[in-house]
């Protein structure tokens, strides 16, 4: 008989609080393996919270089981079970170097070859990293510091990669690039990736399935595809 | 001329413990961003360590002196974990005082512990000088030199060349992001806080001799020299402590041998009269970077 397939990330009726000030009110969500899963939904409706949730940077309750097994709060313990968070705002280590920051992507790796094969294959993909390696992160352009974050993410060879915002503040052409590079991973490697974006076309049009948060609760579920119909996403989100 | 290159040289070798001292306070700012007032007296309580092992247990200078580096090092880290990490919380002023009442603490310590009289720590190096012409070379300070650029030299290496290295600037620079990476952020600040307090317990071990006596407050000089030295190198830069630790020494050898009001008295108030004079014109320090971000 087949195994009733597990989702790789499933959350259930998490709660999570800023001090006091509560911003999660009971999510519930699963991302299955080999997935996009986009969180959609306004200012202040928890799509970052939710990440931080699964990472363990913000005090929650609930159920987090990753993999099977239930996932403590610790960011240390999230990125050694295979969970990469690139947070809001990248968090480039803008005094070290490009390079010192992809090395620093494969922190917990131990496969010395492998690690530097994949600084080959993030220097093919963008030549201009490779070009740029000695030069001090913090000095890069908002775009490239972006590329730069998810090239690192992929360094650690992450089964789920969490993504907060990617497109705030970038360029139309350079979102492009970044989506197309990030849709390729999940393509080629599998890589399962929980996205959070406002631009909710963009998010539909790259996942699988996604997530409508309204003040701290799943509002909304379902394909991807469905949702683009959906009358009340259309008129709230998509803007037609 | 003579008397020239001698008190140059003299003063590469005051200015080592300087240096090393005045790194230990760089590595500690960088990753706690506090100044580690305690940090001459750490290097004290590690001088004492190191004095009972040859003095009353018949060790050799050398292995003592490696064996209290090791020593220090986890106390160091010790003091990381059992003091600084629950009043991170606190804020950087709560630190401080911290580090301030460490101070008071540990000299109290070996007082009560070795008594205030003073002790004499034997000089690992020869004590003569070398003949170079008509100029006296003094060994002592030439090796202080050597032991202070070697720990400079290994400290670079360990950060530029390890993994743990790296791991520990990234700490530094972003916490945050670091843990996300899966890097243990409390254990590199506690390894930050053991090498910083190897460094003073070298500029410690170093210091003893250079000075013949010393009881439990013979630090509190040099710390103060450690300080201007940190501050005018620009208190992050490595590099600036050490060059700015061993100008330093040169700068006061040289004031006091050709300047008439520089008598030994003076030349700490001089040395903080140059401290002052550097930050009024250049307010982040002779090599303080200028880090460009974008955001």
Redesign the interface.
């Known amino acids: 008989m087949r195994r009733q397939p597990m989702p790789l990330l499933e959350l259930t009726d998490v709660h999570a609080r800023y001090g006091q000030v509560r911003a999660l009110h009971g999510v519930s969500l699963a991302v299955d393996e080999g997935q996009i899963v986009a969180l959609l939904g306004a200012n202040g409706a928890g799509k970052t919270t939710t990440l931080r949730a699964v ?1 363990g ?1 913000v005090m929650r309750q609930g159920g987090v089981v990753f993999d099977g097994t239930p996932l403590p709060r610790s ?2 313990t ?3 079970r295979g969970i ?2 690139v ?1 809001e ?1 990248r ?6 170097t490009v390079r ?1 920051n992809l ?3 494969a ?2 790796r131990r496969d010395r070859r492998g690690v530097t094969a994949d600084l080959k294959r993030a220097y093919a993909e963008l030549p201009w990293l490779g070009e740029r390696r000695n030069q ?1 992160a ?5 775009g490239e ?1 972006q590329m730069l974050a998810l090239e ?1 993410a992929l360094m ?1 060879r992450p089964r789920l990669l969490l993504l907060d915002e990617p497109s705030l503040g970038l360029a139309p052409l350079v979102v492009q690039e970044f989506f197309r590079l990030v849709r390729r991973l999940n393509e080629e490697q599998g890589v399962t990736v929980l996205v959070v974006e406002q631009n909710a076309n963009l998010a539909l049009d790259i996942s699988n399935r996604a997530y409508l948060l309204e003040v701290g609760r799943v509002a909304l579920e379902g394909e991807s595809a469905e949702l683009r119909e959906h009358e009340g996403v259309r008129k709230s989100y998509l803007g037609y | 001329m003579t008397q020239f290159v001698q008190q140059v040289v003299v003063g590469l070798g005051d200015g080592s413990i300087y240096a090393s001292l005045a790194l230990a306070l760089v590595l500690i700012y960088r990753a706690t961003h506090v100044i580690n007032f305690a940090q001459g007296e750490m290097g004290m309580f590690s001088t004492y360590i190191a004095w009972t092992l040859i003095e009353n247990h018949g060790w050799s200078f050398w292995p003592a002196f490696f064996f209290t580096i090791f020593v220090s090092f986890l106390g160091g880290a010790a003091i990381q974990q059992a003091v600084v990490r629950p009043l991170a919380r606190a804020g950087e002023l709560t630190i401080v005082m911290a580090t301030i009442a460490l101070l008071v603490i540990l000299n109290g310590l070996a007082s009560w512990i070795w008594k205030p009289d003073e002790k004499v720590l034997p000089s690992p190096f020869p004590t003569g000088s070398w003949s170079v012409g008509d100029v006296q070379i003094p060994q002592q300070s030439v090796y202080d030199l050597l032991v202070v650029l070697a720990c400079v030299v290994l400290l670079w290496a360990f950060f530029n060349f390890t ?1 743990l290295g ?2 520990l ?2 700490s530094a ?2 916490p ?9 952020v409390t254990w590199m600040l506690a390894l930050g806080w053991g090498v910083a307090a190897a460094l003073s317990a070298v500029a410690g071990m170093l210091a003893a001799p250079a000075q013949f006596v010393f009881s439990p407050s013979f630090m509190q000089v040099v710390i103060i020299y450690a300080f201007a030295a940190a501050v005018v190198g620009g208190i992050e830069s490595p590099a600036g402590a050490v060059v700015a630790g061993l100008a330093l020494g040169v700068t006061i050898n040289l004031l006091g041998t050709y300047v008439d009001f520089v008598t030994p008295d003076m030349r700490l108030p001089v040395a903080l009269a140059i401290l002052l004079g550097v930050l009024i014109f250049r307010p982040g320090g002779l090599l303080g970077r200028a ?5």
């Open positions: 990472s940077t960011p240390e999230a990125a050694r990469t968070h947070p705002g968090g480039i280590l803008s005094e070290l010192e090395l620093m992507g922190y917990l001090q913090g000095t890069l352009s908002g510091q690192r650690a | 993994k790296l791991a600037r990234a620079v972003n945050v992001a670091s843990r996300l990476l899966g890097v243990r880090v460009v971000r974008r955001v």
